[in-house]
T-cell receptor, first 113, second 111 residues
Framework: EAEVAQSPRYKITEKSQAVAFWCDPISGHATLYWYRQILGQGPELLVQFQDESVVDDSQLPKDRFSAERLKGVDSTLKIQPAELGDSAMYLC???????????FGPGTRLTVL | QKEVEQDPGPLSVPEGAIVSLNCTYSNSAFQYFMWYRQYSRKGPELLMYTYSSGNKEDGRFTAQVDKSSKYISLFIRDSQPSDSATYLCAMSTDSWGKFQFGAGTQVVVTP
């Protein structure tokens, strides 16, 4: 069964350092999403890609967060510099549209010290 | 006020009981309704996906959507300890647009 892949699964960093997360969506899925999930809350959308184009990044803190999907396949989410409040689970999801829904990867748990 | 409201629980039930979960929402434009199961420190796993109103059944799981009341439900029959997880509702105005998630309800099924 096809799955969304994410790495690393866990990341511990000190504040002011740079971190990067990687996501490989299900093959053929044109839409890719990055979510942030704080403990005890539902996921919140950070950025949505359609192929290599950003569709929605209204909730992405652009002063420190950046995301790219250069070839319309895999994607990288970067935080620079990391802050204590960035500690959360970062989830990647993909979908094919056309009535399909979103499928999530295992997530990257970030701890900022 | 959040667009999607979900009681965080925890909801504790004995093994074999029916688990009843629900979400309310305020945006009448929502057309797609999903339920995800999330085990601790894992990514959400899709359980049920429905479009518009009505019921959908898949094994032990039944999803109901009542758009007139802006209310969705998930029922789990013959609950098992392995059903212990957080259940997230999500909804969207279109199939590939932005999802709005509830906060999740923690379910504990005791043997």
């Amino acid at each position: 069964e096809a799955e969304v892949a994410q790495s690393p699964r866990y990341k511990i960093t000190e504040k002011s350092q740079a971190v990067a997360f990687w996501c490989d969506p299900i093959s053929g899925h044109a839409t890719l999403y990055w979510y942030r999930q704080i403990l005890g809350q539902g996921p919140e959308l950070l950025v949505q890609f359609q192929d290599e184009s950003v569709v929605d990044d209204s909730q992405l803190p652009k002063d420190r967060f950046s995301a790219e999907r250069l070839k319309g396949v895999d994607s990288t989410l970067k935080i620079q510099p990391a802050e204590l409040g960035d500690s959360a689970m970062y989830l990647c999801a993909s979908g094919s549209g056309g009535g399909d829904t979103q499928y999530f990867g295992p997530g990257t748990r970030l701890t900022v010290l | 006020q959040k667009e999607v409201e979900q009681d965080p629980g925890p909801l504790s039930v004995p093994e074999g009981a029916i688990v009843s979960l629900n979400c309310t929402y305020s945006n009448s434009a929502f057309q797609y309704f999903m339920w995800y199961r999330q085990y601790s420190r894992k990514g959400p796993e899709l359980l049920m996906y429905t479009y518009s109103s009505g019921n959908k059944e898949d094994g032990r799981f039944t999803a109901q959507v009542d758009k007139s009341s802006k209310y969705i439900s998930l029922f789990i029959r013959d609950s098992q300890p392995s059903d212990s997880a957080t259940y997230l509702c999500a909804m969207s105005t279109d199939s590939w647009g932005k999802f709005q998630f509830g906060a999740g309800t923690q379910v504990v099924v005791t043997p």
